[in-house]
C-alpha cells in the first residue's frame, strides 16, 4: 500500500529529528567539557600542591589526598606501579581511571604531574578510590546518569512542545480545509472566517477569490447560453423559413430575382447571427473595449426587424403600423439590432389581438401595443430574459428607456441620440 505523503507528519519528523540531534550533541560536548573541567580542576590543584612547603628526598609531603615528592620513588607505590616514569611529561597530568562507565562512578583513579620551579623537579600524586569523598555517594546519581537523564527529558519536552505547536497550526489548517471543501456558489459571498493566522486568512481570501471568479466565468458562460438561445431564434427561424422557400421556388422555377431576394434574406438573417453572437459575447465578458459603430437608419432597421417577426403574428388578429424617417446615427449596430428586436417581439408575443404602433422619429422610437382580446403565458415566450438583456444594455449605454403599462398593453420609449 502506497504512504501518501503529509505536510504534517514531514514537518513533525524532520523537526523532532533536528532536535533529537542537537541535543544529543549537546550533551556530548557537555560530557567532553565536564571531563575536561575535572582534568583542569585536578591540574590546578596539583599546581598548587606542588609549591607548598618544602619537601626533602625520601620525606613525601602529604596533604588533602595529594603526595608531593622530589624523587618518583618516594611516590605511592600504586601510583609507580600504574605509570612509567619514562612516559610522564612535564607540567603534563597523565591519569589512570579504573572501572570507568558511563552509568557509575569509576572504583579507582591514580593521577601523577611532574613540575619544575627552576630549581628541583617535583612530582605531585593523587589516588582516588572507591568510596571516598572526592566521587558521589552512593544515593546520589553519577554524573553521567544525570546528563542522559537531563538529555532524554529536554527530547520528551521537546516532542511534546513540538506537538503541541503542530496540533495549534494544524487545527487552523483542518478548519481551513473543511471550509474550503464545503464553498459552493450559495456561500461564496459569505464573509470569510478567521483562521487565526495571517497566511492562512490570505490563503482563504485567494482560495475564496479563485472560486468566486470561477463562479463568475461559469454564470457569464450560462448566461450567454440564454441570451443566444433567445436571441438567436428570429434569425434561425428566418433561415430556416427562406431555405424552404428557395427550395420551392427552384423546383416552381421561379425567376432568378425571387431566388436571389430570398438569398438576400437569409445573408441578412446569417449577418444577423454573427452580430448578436459578438455582442453577446462582449455583453457576457464585460470588455472594456467599445463595439465598432456604423450608420444606422434605425428606420430601415425597424422595418427589417418587424418582417423578420411577422412569423409571430401568424394566425392572430394584429395589425401592425410603422412610420419612420430617414435619420441616421453612429450606433453599434448589433447591440441596438437586439434592443429593437426584444422590444418589437415582446409587443407582438403580448398582443393577441389588436394593433402594434412603431414609430421613430430622429433617434427616439416609440413602440406601444393594444392587445384588445386573449390571452398570452409568458412563461411560454422567453420573454424575462429579452427584458432583461433589453435593459442591461439600455444601462450599458446610458441611452434613457421607460417602460409604462396602459390599458390593455405597454409603451416603450427608447432614445438612441
Known amino acids: 500500500m502506497e504512504i501518501r505523503p503529509s505536510l504534517r507528519l514531514y514537518v513533525l519528523l524532520a523537526m523532532l529529528v533536528t532536535g533529537i540531534v542537537m541535543i544529543l550533541g549537546l550533551s556530548a560536548l557537555s560530557v567532553k567539557y565536564f571531563i575536561s573541567g575535572m582534568d583542569v580542576a585536578m591540574r590546578e590543584a596539583m599546581i598548587a600542591q606542588s609549591q607548598k612547603g618544602t619537601v626533602d628526598p625520601g620525606k613525601p609531603l602529604i596533604n588533602g589526598g595529594f603526595t608531593v615528592a622530589v624523587r618518583w620513588r618516594d611516590l605511592p607505590e600504586t601510583i609507580r606501579l600504574n605509570?612509567?616514569?619514562?612516559?610522564?611529561?612535564?607540567?603534563?597530568?597523565?591519569?589512570?581511571?579504573?572501572?570507568?562507565?558511563?552509568?557509575?562512578?569509576?572504583?579507582?583513579?591514580y593521577f601523577v604531574m611532574k613540575f619544575s620551579n627552576g630549581k628541583e623537579l617535583r612530582y605531585v600524586s593523587s589516588v582516588f578510590s572507591h568510596p571516598t569523598e572526592h566521587f558521589a555517594g552512593h544515593s546520589a546519581l553519577p554524573h553521567f546518569v544525570t546528563i542522559l537523564i537531563t538529555a532524554l527529558t529536554a527530547i520528551g519536552l521537546f516532542f511534546i512542545i513540538l506537538t503541541l505547536v503542530l496540533r495549534k497550526v494544524a487545527s487552523p489548517v483542518e478548519q481551513l480545509k473543511s471550509w474550503a471543501k464545503q464553498l459552493d456558489k450559495d456561500n461564496l459571498s459569505e464573509p470569510t472566517p478567521d483562521f487565526h493566522y495571517s497566511e492562512l486568512n490570505i490563503l482563504a481570501n485567494i482560495i475564496r477569490d479563485s472560486l468566486s471568479s470561477v463562479q463568475a466565468s461559469l454564470a457569464r458562460e450560462q448566461q450567454f447560453l440564454s441570451y443566444a438561445s433567445h436571441e438567436l431564434r428570429t434569425p434561425i427561424a428566418v433561415t430556416r423559413t427562406n431555405s424552404e422557400l428557395l427550395g420551392k421556388l427552384i423546383q416552381k422555377g421561379a425567376t432568378p430575382e425571387k431566388q436571389l431576394a430570398v438569398i438576400d434574406r437569409i445573408e441578412r438573417a446569417g449577418m444577423t447571427m454573427t452580430d448578436l453572437t459578438d455582442t453577446l459575447?462582449?455583453?457576457?465578458?464585460?470588455?472594456?473595449?467599445?463595439?465598432?459603430?456604423?450608420?444606422?437608419?434605425?428606420?430601415?432597421?425597424?422595418?427589417?426587424?418587424?418582417?423578420?417577426?411577422?412569423y409571430l403574428l401568424?394566425?392572430?388578429?394584429?395589425?401592425?403600423?410603422?412610420?419612420?424617417?430617414?435619420?441616421?446615427?453612429?450606433?453599434?449596430?448589433?447591440?441596438?439590432?437586439?434592443?429593437?428586436?426584444?422590444?418589437?417581439?415582446?409587443?407582438?408575443?403580448?398582443?393577441?389581438?389588436?394593433?402594434?404602433?412603431?414609430?421613430?422619429?430622429?433617434?427616439?422610437?416609440?413602440?406601444?401595443?393594444h392587445n384588445h382580446g386573449g390571452t398570452v403565458d409568458d412563461n411560454n415566450l422567453g420573454f424575462g430574459l429579452g427584458l432583461q438583456l433589453t435593459e442591461r444594455l439600455l444601462l450599458q449605454y446610458d441611452w434613457p428607456y421607460q417602460n409604462e403599462a396602459h390599458t390593455g398593453g405597454r409603451k416603450v420609449y427608447i432614445c438612441f441620440s
Open 314 to 369: 401568424i394566425g392572430k388578429p394584429v395589425t401592425v403600423t410603422i412610420d419612420t424617417d430617414d435619420f441616421t446615427l453612429q450606433l453599434p449596430l448589433g447591440l441596438v439590432r437586439i434592443v429593437l428586436a426584444n422590444v418589437i417581439r415582446n409587443a407582438f408575443q403580448h398582443t393577441a389581438a389588436g394593433r402594434v404602433k412603431i414609430t421613430q422619429v430622429g433617434g427616439t422610437i416609440t413602440i406601444v401595443n
Open 281 to 310: 459575447l462582449w455583453l457576457t465578458r464585460q470588455q472594456d473595449k467599445a463595439l465598432p459603430k456604423s450608420d444606422c437608419k434605425l428606420g430601415e432597421l425597424l422595418i427589417d426587424i418587424q418582417c423578420e417577426l411577422r
Open 83 to 109: 605509570f612509567d616514569e619514562r612516559e610522564v611529561k612535564l607540567n603534563v597530568i597523565s591519569k589512570k581511571i579504573i572501572g570507568k562507565t558511563l552509568l557509575s562512578p569509576p572504583k579507582a583513579g
